[in-house]
């Protein structure tokens, strides 16, 4: 199962215009094992796109990370989906690119 800080490659489907579409990598932001099993996951896709933005996060291709190539988590677009949608798991990220990510959502959503 998908544990918090893990890559997985993920089945977003057809997507509305501006949504991540088809197969691609995602970070799972939630929800924490403790809650138990759940049938959906909270999660940010990833891009390969460097946009420059201060929202996205770098991801380095790496073992750990189990990416080809340099990658952004784009933290504006964090969703639910189906844990059905989980396709396999690349890897996962380092505390330091987590601690990352973790500032951005807090500031997005004003925690």
């Known amino acids: 199962m998908a544990s918090v800080d893990d890559?997985?490659?993920v089945d977003f489907g057809e997507p509305y215009p501006g949504e991540p579409a088809k197969h691609r990598p995602a970070l799972i932001l939630g929800p924490a094992e403790t809650f138990g099993?759940?049938?959906f996951?909270?999660?940010a896709p990833l891009?390969?796109?460097h946009r420059n933005l201060s929202l996205h996060v770098e991801v380095e291709p790496t073992q750990l990370t189990g990416l080809a190539g340099v990658s952004y988590?784009?933290?504006e677009?964090?969703?639910s989906v189906s844990d059905k949608r989980l396709v396999h798991r690349l890897g996962s990220i380092d505390p330091p690119t987590?601690?990352?990510v973790a500032e951005i959502?807090?500031?997005l959503l004003n925690y």
């Open 7 to 9: 890559l997985w490659r």
């Open 77 to 79: 677009l964090v969703r």
């Open 47 to 49: 891009t390969t796109t």
């Open 73 to 75: 988590v784009q933290c």
């Open 98 to 100: 987590s601690v990352r």
């Open 41 to 43: 996951v909270i999660l």
């Open 105 to 107: 959502l807090k500031t």
């Open 37 to 39: 099993a759940m049938p």
